[in-house]
């Protein structure tokens, strides 16, 4: 169920909203750039490599084609903005990841210290045993947690993989 939970909210907010890419060939490497975000010469007076925008596959502005002055002015400045907005969706995505991650954390919590409790009066032979304040777990202990589940998972994976490298032959 935690591992559910984790996965749901890394999935619901890590996916992008409508993603606009823009490509560049940069003239210094040679290489091709990509930025979620317009370069500073992007539909500016000034010169720079040819940039292609694509947003949902499709390529939607040229910098290899003329436009008109005032279209020009009108697409730098919607790039300019798309980006502040992408940028302020991803922090508003982020902060309600967090806020879940932490509610999702201090009910774990809760319910750890409610079976622990649970645990140590049958073993008490049904004493009162009080509660203890248990803190919720740090950020570093959440970390330590995803390493362990990731460590576990590759050797699941490099198991399966040696099983088809080497298949068991039977005698």
Do not use: C, H
Not at 30 to 35: A, D, E, I, Y
């Amino acid at each position: 169920m935690r591992r559910f939970l984790i996965s749901l909210v890394i999935t619901v907010f890590s996916a992008t909203v409508y993603a606009r890419m823009y490509q560049w060939m940069d003239p210094d490497s040679g290489t091709t750039q990509l930025s979620g975000k317009p370069p500073a010469w992007y539909r500016s007076d000034s010169s720079g490599p040819r940039i292609f925008v694509f947003e949902n596959g499709k390529v939607i502005d040229d910098t290899g084609l003329s436009v008109s002055e005032p279209e020009r002015d009108r697409l730098r400045q919607q790039a300019f903005l798309q980006a502040e907005e992408d940028k302020s969706a991803a922090r508003d995505k982020l902060m309600e990841a967090k806020r879940l991650e932490a509610a999702l954390g201090q009910e774990q919590a809760e319910e750890e210290t409610v079976v622990e409790t649970a645990e140590l009066a049958d073993a008490a032979g049904a004493a009162e045993v009080p509660a203890e304040e248990v803190p919720p777990p740090t950020e570093q202990d959440t970390i330590n947690q995803m390493r362990s589940l990731i460590e576990e998972w590759e050797a699941n994976r490099i198991e399966a993989a040696k099983g088809l490298v080497n298949p068991a032959v039977d005698p």
